[in-house]
């Protein structure tokens, strides 16, 4: 767990961002505001095989910026000798795993600085179809549309070898049924629980504690962690919300909490 904080980091804390790691398989869900220094404590950065991001939030990509700038100008990934390091002819090159039509967004974003194709070079960027499986190393992966405020996807993956074991990120979502049938039997389910009190505008984009319990439940997931919380919130009273309709073991997610699966 690397970044848990929803579109305003907590103090000293990171938004979204998840790393599942698998043997040699590495692969960051999500890269949100704070989150490659916090990826920096745990994995070197060259070690990452791809970055899938869930949604086109600042708080859920926008961390590819330095992310694309250490890839582009970090002296070990220079063609020739920099300080101690040796140089190389096969730079670190991530899969950037975005949702249709991001690519455009990120070409804005970093156009603002002056380079349109600063993520197109530092990675090796492609768009993905939410109905289609991707495989990185060991690690398999689906998506699952959610309502959010723009389009947004749940994220499942699964190892090799353990067909039973799944983890499941549920991105950004309101209420809503597509989880069931896609997160069902998950044996870690991170969730989102946002708000304080359901919103009063329509469509809804975000969850409550309670509603994140409820969503769990649904599921009927083995363990949940509720995260995109901020820390100005009541953690014990998120939980007790969650608890009410969700039996089984539920927590808060922590940066650097680790969860096997
Ligand atoms: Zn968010
Ligand atoms: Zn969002």
């Known amino acids: 767990m690397l970044g848990k904080?929803?579109?305003w980091q907590d103090a000293d804390g990171a938004c979204s961002g998840y790393l599942v790691e698998d043997g040699d398989s590495c692969l960051l869900v999500d890269c949100g505001s704070g989150v490659f220094s916090k990826l920096r404590r745990f994995r070197d950065y060259v070690d990452v095989d791809a970055v899938v991001?869930?949604?086109m939030h600042a708080d859920h990509f926008l961390d590819l910026i330095p992310f694309a700038c250490a890839l582009t100008y970090a002296p070990r990934q220079q063609?020739?000798?920099?300080?101690?390091?040796?140089?190389?002819?096969?730079?670190?090159?991530?899969?950037?795993?975005?949702?249709a039509g991001a690519t455009d967004v990120l070409r804005t974003v970093a156009g603002a600085g002056g380079q349109p194709r600063l993520l197109d070079t530092a990675f090796a960027m492609s768009e993905y179809d939410s109905a289609s499986t991707i495989t990185v190393g060991s690690l398999h992966l689906r998506f699952q549309p959610v309502p959010h405020y723009l389009p947004a996807n749940a994220i499942q993956v699964r190892c090799d070898g353990a067909p039973a074991s799944r983890f499941t990120f549920g991105a950004d979502h309101g209420?809503?049924?597509?989880?069931?049938?896609?997160?069902?039997?998950?044996?870690?389910?991170?969730?989102e629980a946002t708000l304080p009190h359901p919103d009063r505008e329509r469509p809804r984009g975000h969850l409550t504690a309670g509603e994140a319990g409820e969503h769990a439940a649904r599921c009927n997931a083995a363990r949940l962690v509720l995260t995109h919380i901020s820390d100005e919130?009541?953690?014990d009273w998120a939980l007790a919300e969650a608890r009410r309709c969700f039996d089984g073991p539920v927590e808060v997610a922590r940066e650097g909490a680790v969860y096997e699966v």
Not at 79 to 99: I, N
């Open 5 to 7: 904080s929803p579109a």
């Open 53 to 55: 991001i869930s949604h």
């Open 79 to 99: 063609p020739v000798p920099v300080e101690r390091w040796p140089g190389t002819d096969d730079p670190a090159r991530p899969q950037l795993l975005v949702p």
């Open 175 to 191: 209420p809503t049924d597509a989880l069931q049938g896609f997160a069902d039997d998950s044996d870690l389910l991170i969730l």
């Open 233 to 235: 919130l009541d953690w």
